[in-house]
């Protein structure tokens, strides 16, 4: 069965601070992809990134950057120099491939506070 | 760029009423999915549609459907509503054949009082 677990409830940092999110992931599919969305206050769901099981690559963008590593399962999303934006739920998601219609799994989330 | 429209975005009922949510997907996107997200809670997928046609199913009661129009816009209905339908609802929408990320709507929030 397909699973995301974000260990990390609520994390507190101060501005400019670095802070990582752990996600960890359970899938039988050979071919999935995982995901990071960033909830605000307001409410919406912003996406971030996908990532293609068959591609290791880490990604930066920004002051954002992810780590995928298959052989742990684990996909972690770090932010470097936070600021008070940042504050917001993190959620990262897996869906597996093969049909039009598979729908994302979501983690629990992860509350970020970033105080200035 | 064009986003996903949901309609309305607020909306108070009382028990036992019904309610409609209404989604307009993005241009070109066939592929529409909702979602509900309880008070502090991770969204949990109720159901999809592909071109129209219900692709998956998720956790959706029964008291729930769902259909995806010739336009592809998609609505909710939910009758006999309960306290506990209390949430945000999402809806998404892909493009298939494209990466398969989600985008989703701004979110219609349904109190039941």
């Known amino acids: 069965a397909q699973k995301v677990t974000q260990a990390q409830t609520e994390i507190s940092v101060v501005e400019k601070e670095d802070v990582t999110l752990d996600c960890v992931y359970e899938t039988r599919d050979t071919t999935y992809y995982l995901f990071w969305y960033k909830q605000p206050p307001s409410g919406e769901l912003v996406f971030l990134i996908r990532?293609?099981?068959?591609?290791?690559q880490n990604e930066i963008s920004g002051r954002y950057s992810w780590n995928f590593q298959k052989s742990t399962s684990s996909f972690n999303f770090t932010i470097t120099a936070s600021q008070v934006v940042d504050s917001a739920v993190y959620f990262c998601a897996l869906s597996e491939a093969g049909q039009a219609g598979t729908a994302l799994i979501f983690g629990k989330g992860t509350t970020l506070s970033v105080s200035s | 760029a064009a986003g996903v429209i949901q309609s309305p975005r607020h909306l108070i009922k009382e028990k036992r009423e019904t309610a409609t949510l209404k989604c307009y997907p993005i241009p070109r996107h066939d592929t529409v999915y909702w979602y509900q997200q309880g008070p502090g809670q991770d969204p949990q997928f109720l159901i999809s549609f592909y071109e129209k046609m219900q692709s998956d199913k998720g956790s959706i009661p029964d008291r729930f459907s769902a259909q995806q129009f010739s336009d592809y816009h998609s609505e909710l209905n939910m009758s006999s509503l309960e306290l506990g339908d209390s949430a945000l609802y999402f809806c998404a929408s892909r493009r298939t054949g494209t990466p398969y990320e989600q985008y989703f709507g701004p979110g219609t929030r349904l109190t039941v009082t």
């Open positions: 990532r293609n099981s068959f591609d290791e």
